[in-house]
């Protein structure tokens, strides 16, 4: 009888070890799965990262662009560009050449 709890002893801790490698090979598989998945989510958001500050430094130029158009609009220089390209206006004196066609 001894030896028959002896070998049934034995025998549920076998079951017990392989229960317990079991759980462990799943965990293992599923905290492999997930660590994909998060370098695959984390190289997304690097990529989308650089988009962004690639946008953010086109803004940044536009808006340089921007305030350096406005001091121009504000030279007299170009108030006499806009004379004379949109109205036609020109210095009293000024000799205009037409092309003939």
Do not use: C, H, P, W
Request: proline residues 0%; hydrophobic residues 40%; charged residues 35%.
């Amino acid at each position: 009888m001894a030896r028959k709890a002896a070998y049934q002893k034995n025998r549920r801790n076998k079951t017990g070890k392989l229960l317990i490698i079991t759980v462990v090979l799943l965990m293992l598989v599923v905290v492999a799965v997930k660590s994909v998945e998060l370098r695959e989510k984390r190289a997304m958001y690097t990529a989308k990262e650089e988009a962004l500050m690639q946008e953010i430094e086109a803004e940044e130029a536009r808006t340089q662009e921007i305030a350096e158009f406005e001091k121009y609009t504000q030279t007299k220089k170009y108030v006499e560009e806009v004379a004379k390209e949109k109205l036609g206006l020109v210095y009293e004196g000024e000799i205009i050449f037409k092309d003939g066609n």
